[in-house]
């Protein structure tokens, strides 16, 4: 046999061979694929379910720190309060503060503080520090967000007014009242103040649970704790929930128990008057509403209570302030 024929049959034997060898069938990569799906499908969702649960207790850990740091941040604010509106006096001045309707606003805390102010009268050539007061008001607010810049549940917004402001007055400044109590609730804004319809009320925080006590079936509606001693009054609620209240209370829609003070109302009696200047804060959180947009959705249920963190401080206010 001619050598060259030889070593090119022996050639094309090789390469024949090296084709079988090198592929696979049709069967073969079907196999492979259902395999592959049978082992990445559990993984997928096993990653995408450590994912979400992620995103949720971040949610809640995002709520819990905002919601204790608001309660902090009113805390320390009501520690300089001289004398905090009751029930019966918040209807009294309502009026007279930014947003009197209660559709979407209510005025929750409302309070007199006095605060040291660093270099704000004249003094010779130059300025020096005093204290000053102020008038201060926590709203919860609902709804009125045409721009969807928050969040489909409540806030809490503030507003505060001091000395050399527009708007500002000093409570009773013409001496006509008699007692502490009637002093400050026929409080009115000054002449040259500002209205109802463009308040200056900041944001304070967002995601407070919007579900009201009617929807809120599975919480008892909140309340106040009784006084045991007969002989010192018990403290007042706002808002007001109690049934044929008259004061302090607000829409139905705004009636949620996330956003409520119980304050000591102030002797009326004495000559000499010292405000009493005791509160209880509560807050209740929506974590849910971080996570999902549907409105019948973040509302308050049983099986959803870890993501309502809901929080508490007694304030005692530093400040006092006498009548005689």
Known sequence: MNPLKWFLNQYLKRCHIKQKSGGFTLIELLVAIVLAALVITPLMGFMINVMDNDRKEQAKATSEQEIKAALDYISRDLEQAIYIYDAAGIEKIKSQLPTSSTSDHFPVIVFWKRQFRPQVISAGSGFDDTFVYSLVAYYFIKGDDPDNTWSKAARIGR????????????????????????????????????????????????????????????????????????????????????????????????????????VLSSPTTTSTQKAITVSEVHLRGNAYARIENDVNKIKYSDNKKNYFPQYSARVKGRGFLYTK
């Open 159 to 262: 507003f505060e007014i001091r000395e050399g402001q527009d708007g500002f007055q000093i409570f009773d400044p013409n001496n006509q009242y008699t007692t502490l109590k009637d002093k400050m609730e026929n409080w009115t804004k000054s002449a040259t103040g500002y209205t109802n319809n463009s308040p200056n009320i900041l944001p304070l925080v967002d995601y407070i649970d919007q579900t009201t006590v009617s929807e809120n079936l599975a919480v008892a509606p909140p309340s106040c704790p009784a006084d045991s001693d007969p002989s010192t009054p018990d403290m007042q609620q706002v808002p007001n929930y109690a049934t044929g209240a008259t004061t302090a209370v607000p829409d139905a829609n705004l009636k949620t128990g996330s956003f409520y003070v119980c």
